[in-house]
C-alpha cells in the first residue's frame, strides 16, 4: 500500500524527525509538511491525505482547531502529536488512530505506524465524527491564569494579562512585563499551548506578544511589519506570520 502522509508541526526540529522516520518506510508516500494551522487546513483540503501526524499544540491554530475545521467528512486518519500526555489520552479515547507523546522513541513511532496501516486496511475505521465530538470537548479547555516562575529562592506567580511579550531564547522564555522580565525554564512550544489563542499570538519564530497590550502596527518593507506595544517597545512581525496579523488586525 502507499500510505500519502501529511506532517504538520510548528517546530522544524520536531516535524523533520517524523519525516525522517516516514522516509525510511517504503509503503510511505510522503506529500507535504505544514509548520502552522491554516496551510494544514490547506493541504489536508487540497492533497487528501490518507493519514496525518498532526500536532496539538500550535499558535494561531492548533491541532484541535485544525481537526475542527475540516470537519468529520474530510478528516484523514489522524496520528496526533503532543508534549502533554493528558491530550493524548484524551484524543486515543476519541478513537483517533493513535498518538505520540514527545519525545519518542524509533519504536514507539515504529509502532504507531504500524497502528495506523492496519486501520487504513481495515474497514473498522475511526469514527471522525466521534473524534471531533471529543475534540471539541477538548478545545475548550481552560488556558493558563498565572504563570509559576522561579525567582531566586521563592515561587512568583505571573498574571497571564500583565505580560506584555515573551521572547524565546534556547530552552527558557523571557517573560517581559510592563517595568521588568523574568526567565521561566520551559520552551516557547509548552509555554504557548498553556496560552489562549485568542489573547497570545506569535509575530515572530522567536516571539510571542500579548495582543490586548499592542499600542499600533506599523508596515515596515518586505512584507514585514513593525508591532508596537503599549509600553513602547517596538518588535519586528515575521512576514510569515501573515496569520496572526490578520487576526490582530480583526481583533481591534
Not at 509503503?27 to 490518507?50: H, K, N, Q, T, W
Request: aromatic letters at 6%; proline letters at 4%.
Amino acid at each position: 500500500m502507499s500510505l500519502r502522509t501529511l506532517v504538520v508541526d510548528d517546530e522544524p526540529i520536531a516535524r523533520h524527525s517524523i519525516v525522517r522516520l516516514l522516509r525510511a518506510d517504503r509503503d510511505v508516500e510522503l506529500i507535504g509538511e505544514c509548520g502552522d494551522g491554516a496551510s494544514a487546513v490547506a493541504a489536508i483540503r487540497e492533497r487528501a491525505p490518507d493519514l496525518v501526524f498532526l500536532d496539538i499544540q500550535m499558535p494561531a491554530m492548533n491541532g484541535i482547531e485544525v481537526a475542527l475545521a475540516i470537519g468529520h467528512e474530510q478528516l484523514p486518519a489522524t496520528v496526533f502529536v503532543t508534549a502533554y500526555e493528558h491530550y493524548a489520552v484524551r484524543a486515543f479515547e476519541a478513537n483517533a488512530v493513535d498518538y505520540l507523546v514527545k519525545p519518542f522513541s524509533r519504536d514507539r513511532f515504529r509502532s504507531t505506524l504500524d497502528r495506523a496501516k492496519a486501520r487504513l486496511r481495515s474497514v473498522a475505521l475511526p469514527d471522525s465524527a466521534q473524534v471531533l465530538r471529543m475534540l471539541e470537548t477538548l478545545g475548550r479547555r481552560e488556558y493558563c491564569e498565572r504563570i509559576p516562575v522561579r525567582i531566586d529562592d521563592h515561587i512568583e506567580l505571573i498574571d497571564v494579562d500583565d505580560i506584555v511579550w515573551i521572547k524565546a531564547s534556547r530552552n527558557t522564555v523571557q517573560i517581559h512585563l510592563a517595568a521588568r522580565s523574568v526567565e521561566l525554564r520551559e520552551t516557547m512550544a509548552s509555554l504557548a499551548g498553556g496560552l489562549d489563542p485568542r489573547h497570545f499570538a506569535r509575530v515572530h519564530r522567536s516571539a510571542i506578544v500579548n495582543v490586548r497590550r499592542i499600542k499600533a502596527i506599523h508596515p515596515w518593507f518586505n512584507g514585514y511589519h513593525i508591532v508596537v506595544m503599549d509600553t513602547g517597545q517596538e518588535l519586528r512581525m515575521s512576514r510569515y506570520q501573515h496569520d496572526s496579523f490578520i487576526r490582530i488586525v480583526g481583533r481591534r
